[in-house]
């Protein structure tokens, strides 16, 4: 599954800064049970807008990681609220099927 979420960046902070504590805090995260990598995306047209995409294989395993979140993420996460807004999209399933064009023969 996919927890995808927005983050605009605020005045006076740069996305850099917050990828900075994304790799931090992702490191620490991708060690729980069912973590399966984090992807960071920058806008196009608006650099202080990023898309963050958590894969996880199931939002027990994601849900179970939130629910005993360590510490350390828990401080990262603080250090960046003021400079950032983050507005949740979903949690999506995994496609069923995929159609991939570079593999149709």
């Known amino acids: ?16 800064a917050y990828a900075d504590a994304w790799l931090r805090a992702s490191a620490i995260i991708q060690q729980a049970q069912g973590a399966r990598g984090t992807r960071l ?11 963050a995409i958590a894969t996880w294989a199931s939002k027990a395993e994601r849900d179970a990681m939130e629910s005993i979140q360590p510490e350390a993420v828990r401080r990262i996460i603080a250090e960046q609220a003021e400079f950032v807004e983050v ?14 064009p570079q593999q149709r023969t």
């Open 1 to 16: 599954m996919h927890f995808i979420f927005e983050v605009h960046i605020r005045p006076g902070h740069s996305a850099e």
């Open 41 to 51: 995306h920058r806008k196009i047209g608006d650099p202080n807008v990023l898309l």
């Open 87 to 100: 507005r949740v999209i979903g949690e999506f399933e995994d496609a069923e099927w995929v159609v991939n």
